[in-house]
Nanobody, 118 residues
Framework: VQLVESGGGLVQPGGSLRVSCAAS????????INWYRQAPGKERELVAT???????NYADSVKGRFTISRDNTKSTVYLQMNSLKPEDTAVYSC?????????????WGQGTQVTVSS
């Protein structure tokens, strides 16, 4: 199983960025995908979630600015980030989670750095 994030980089405050999470080795459509972020010296924060039914949830800190979506044909989840702020600077990582017969399977990607700075 492999999750690979991409699309991170440096962006100015107020700008936009889209990060992607591409999965392989799993039946992607069956998994809930989460985006987490962690800034230096801070705890990891759950940013957004999309279920296999495409229901979504967002942290209050990003609601109205970030949008999570999925393309099951490409086994990929996207996080569109608009109106970025310096406090959005962090390593963004995706996880794929599924529960089968009482066992939870969870996989992590390596993360991609997002830096918001002028």
């Amino acid at each position: 199983v492999q999750l690979v994030e991409s699309g991170g980089g440096l962006v100015q405050p107020g700008g936009s960025l889209r990060v992607s999470c591409a999965a392989s080795g799993i039946i992607f459509s069956m998994y809930t995908i989460n985006w987490y972020r962690q800034a230096p010296g801070k705890e990891r924060e759950l940013v957004a979630t999309i279920s296999k039914y495409r229901s979504t949830n967002y942290a209050d800190s990003v609601k109205g600015r970030f949008t999570i979506s999925r393309d099951n044909t490409k086994s990929t989840v996207y996080l569109q980030m608009n109106s970025l702020k310096p406090e959005d600077t962090a390593v963004y990582s995706c996880t794929a989670v599924n529960s089968i017969a009482g066992t939870t399977y969870a996989y992590w990607g390596q993360g991609t750095q997002v830096t918001v700075s002028s």
